[in-house]
């Protein structure tokens, strides 16, 4: 949500931020439909005010005696009363209009972020590892690793397409992965872990932008609560309509869990394997903090999850995102996109964006500095470190063999219970 006294005060300027993000300009209408709001308010404003003054001016004739005087008055006040009922109704409307007309108007991109209409037009920023040089044509995930314990079909069976189903050591490896990760998180990168709820209501989507905007994508309950996309709805929504102390910042969550996402838009893309799933488990990182310290947050969760590519040995690059790629939310967002030799190309695995005091102002939440007065929105952080069936899929391709089997890397052992291959069932 923007501050509405930023198109107040710099019309022109928010147009032409806006229009980098390839939006028409919005502030005639934004401050058109304010105006009309304030002038109904001021209306509000001076009927209260005149309301008071004749029920003053009742009883000083209650007191002399001058009863006839006193009713006309009191038919005055019912009438103005009645006048400041449908003034109410009115500004209630067009506040509430204005409210989702900004809404929807995404986060501005920050003055570093390139402009660009797609994913063509992001920058690389950071490469990181060699691509291993196979003695063999390797294979995408899909091709082989049904035979390791990756069950499409029965999952479909049971569920419909965009599932999937793992057995044996399979499992065990996907569950390794996640452990690993958020230990890293935890215990190396200083997070707090949180085990959130996994089903949310309208006011935590909206806080985090996915609602109104993006309600096909998700996964909607018969008694109003949503299947959570990403654990940074809930994570984020922990300091919902708080005020922080600025000593307190920053703050910062992680959370394994799994993640549900209807896929509407996706249609024919990646119709095969765990690239894109309806279900999927990711470790989401959120931190909240100030201002100032925002965009150096963003680069420390950018190493947070590369720490784990390292770790893994697991070639990848680091993207700054174009403006027409960003998250409706984000001000800025950086992708990790890790090699995949099947495909012979990139592919995200991690986006971490800085999302400013975007989401806090959906959200009312705000830190008291600790100089100066008043309270001010706090900046929100979120990213994913890493999102577990895309590294599963990273490992299958990076570490197959000719023979089938898949070698484990050696910092996931700890967590295999002595399986350091996956073998063919």
Known sequence: MHDIRLIRSEPENFDKALS??????????????????????????????????????????????????????????SAIKEKMTALESDEAAIGEKLQRFLSAIPNLAAEDVPEGKDEQDNKEVFRWGEPRQFTFKPKEHADFAP???????????????????????????????????????????????????????????????????????????????WLIPTAEVCLTNIVRESILDEKELPLRFT????????????????????????????????????????????????????????????????????????????????????????????????SISDCGAFQARRMGARYRPEEGKGTAAVHTLNGSGLAVGRTLVAILENYQEEDGTVTIPEVLHPYMNGITKLEIL
């Open 147 to 225: 035979a390791l314990g990756l069950d499409f079909d029965t999952a479909a069976a049971m569920s419909g397409a965009r599932f999937a189903l793992m057995k044996g050591a399979m499992a065990r490896l996907n569950r390794a992965i996640g452990q690993y990760m958020l230990n890293c998180q935890t215990e190396t990168n200083g997070f707090t872990e949180i085990a959130p709820p996994l089903l949310v209501r309208d006011h935590a989507l909206f806080g985090t932008g996915q609602l109104p905007k993006f309600e096909e994508d998700l996964f909607h309950t018969t008694d109003d609560r």
């Open 255 to 350: 959370a394994l869990t799994p993640c549900f996402r209807a896929e509407a838009g996706a249609a024919g893309r990646d119709t095969r394997g765990l690239i894109r799933q309806h279900q999927f488990d990711k470790v989401e990182m959120v931190a909240i903090t100030t201002p100032e310290q925002s965009t150096a947050e963003q680069m420390r969760m950018v190493e947070c999850a590369e720490h784990i590519l390292q770790s893994l040995n697991l070639p990848y690059r680091r993207v700054l995102l174009c403006t027409g790629d960003m998250g409706f939310s984000a001000t800025r967002t950086y992708d990790l996109e890790v090699w995949l030799p099947g495909q012979n190309c990139y592919r995200e695995i991690s």
């Open 20 to 77: 980098r993000r390839g939006f028409e300009p919005v502030s005639e209408t934004v401050l058109e439909m304010d105006g009309a709001r304030r002038a109904l308010a001021l209306e509000l404003q001076t009927l209260q005010t005149k309301r008071n003054e004749v029920s003053r001016q009742i009883g000083q004739a209650m007191k002399q005696g001058e009863k006839d005087k006193a009713e006309g008055m009191k038919a005055e006040v």
